[in-house]
């Protein structure tokens, strides 16, 4: 993340006011689009992506009214595209965040960050309250929390083992310890493990990390600022060159058990691309920034491709840059969750970077023109249910900005030609600002 704090450096807007960050004013409604290549017969489904788009001015990027841009593929053919904000309960009521017992309300939600489907529900995210069930046809059915065992906000990056079905999860944001739960439900969605995780401060802790055997947490140096917070003078966290940084493990065997902590040097970590087990080690795969939120809640540091190896026998932490180039948003083929992953695709400016995650290199696929650079935004892969199953076998899909005529498509690369041309380009009738992250739902 790139773009700079607007407001600390005096400009008249900030930068997600501007450009293809500024919300759109409504929700529309399109069938049959128009669309330049062939869309694989294969990709029958729903691709559904979230981000902000506050109905009024917000002071910060992530903090405006939640909406989802899905488009719905099926025969070849983009069958319709839509957007809908989610609404919350707050979404037309002014809902305080905390109660004046100094609780958390944890309906009170904008709702903008993910999308995922697990266990039939397809849930709408944003890390301080509950997740939203909406429908794949965009309607918000309500708050869910697990059948009213969840009491705590849930992340908006839980992670679905791919073998065993389960999802995993945590929650942060209270002012009172624990400040960290770690949570995880079964296959069929019933919440089964609920304990603390003990962090010395309210940290914001945004990702984690899933491994076949083990639940890494990110205990990083930035940290709730209560005097930010009173003045509502954008997120309220800040660096802390006194907290420290420093993972968790803790073993899925063990879900109770102790978490074993191992020191790293200072930095934050918005998205992790990986990890996985290798005989006594961890290795952990993530967007690494040197510093953050010093001075302000901005974007002008650099996030780049690092690994951190966890040795469990010697309790010491290897580290290694993997790349410079500056990159957000990795995802990887979901299957290999947990497990050692090939590729990880990720967006650097006007291009997207598919790793090799066992060497680093990086292959690039690039969008638009030099006169009219294209702006791609978090892409999915999509396997191949035909094909091998591979990491190279399937699409990645992802909407991409067009300055040119101000509007977007929904792009589709295949994955064994991944700087070859889309094999499809579906014209969307409406610009789809850049947002956060999302997913394929398969039919």
Not at 239 to 265: H, K, N, Q, S, T
Not at 336 to 360: E, F, K, S
Not at 393 to 413: F, N, Q
Request: with cysteine.
């Amino acid at each position: 993340m790139t773009q700079t704090d607007d407001q600390a450096t005096g400009e008249a807007e900030p930068f997600f006011r501007r450009g293809n960050y500024a919300p759109v004013p409504d929700e529309i409604s399109a069938d049959e689009l128009p669309v330049d290549g062939a869309i694989p017969t294969e990709l029958h489904g729903w691709y559904l992506r979230n981000g902000p788009n506050p109905r009024r001015p917000t002071d910060h990027w992530f903090v405006g009214d939640g909406m989802i841009h899905g488009v719905h593929l099926e025969g070849g053919r983009a069958r319709w595209y839509r957007n809908r904000w989610v609404r919350t309960d707050s979404f037309d009521n002014d809902f305080p965040v905390y109660n004046p017992d100094g609780t958390r309300n944890l309906r009170s939600s904008v709702a903008n960050t993910h999308v995922i489907n697990h266990a039939g529900r397809t849930l709408a995210l944003v890390e301080s309250s509950l997740p939203y069930e909406i429908t794949t046809e965009l309607k918000t059915v309500g708050a869910y929390d697990f059948n009213g065992r969840l009491t705590d906000s849930m992340t908006a990056h839980p992670k679905i083992c791919p073998v065993t079905g389960e999802l995993h999860f945590f929650g942060y944001g209270s002012i009172f310890k624990p400040h960290v739960t770690y949570l995880r439900a079964d296959a069929n969605g019933e919440l089964t493990i609920n304990r603390p995780v003990d962090v010395p401060a309210l940290t914001m802790m945004h990702d984690f990390a899933l491994t076949a055997g083990h639940v890494l947490f990110l205990d990083l140096p930035i940290v709730f600022n209560l005097d930010i917070a009173i003045k509502g003078e954008g997120m309220p966290y800040r660096w802390d060159d006194d907290y420290g940084a420093r993972l968790g493990v803790l073993r899925r065997d063990d879900p109770f058990g102790e978490i074993r902590w191992f020191d790293i040097e200072p930095c934050y970590v918005f998205h992790v691309a990986n990890a996985y087990d290798d005989a006594d080690s961890i290795v952990l795969q993530a967007v690494r920034y040197p510093e953050l939120w010093r001075d302000n809640s901005g974007f002008d540091a650099v996030g780049v491709l690092w690994s951190w190896t966890i040795d469990l026998r010697t309790g010491t932490v290897t580290e290694r840059q993997l790349d410079d180039r500056d990159i957000e948003f990795p995802r990887i083929d979901d299957r290999r969750a947990g497990l050692p992953a090939r590729y990880a695709v990720a967006v650097g400016g006007n291009r997207l970077i598919r790793y090799d995650l066992n060497t680093g290199a990086g292959v690039e696929h690039r969008f638009g023109s030099a006169e009219s650079p294209g702006g791609p935004g978090e892409f999915v892969f999509v396997p191949s249910v035909s094909g091998p199953a591979d990491e190279s076998s399937g699409w990645y899909l992802g909407y991409v900005y067009d300055p040119a005529r101000d509007g977007s498509d929904l792009v589709i690369l295949d994955a064994a030609d991944f700087t070859g041309e889309p094999v499809a380009r579906v014209r969307l009738p409406r610009r789809v600002p850049y947002g956060f992250h999302g997913n394929w739902i398969p039919a």
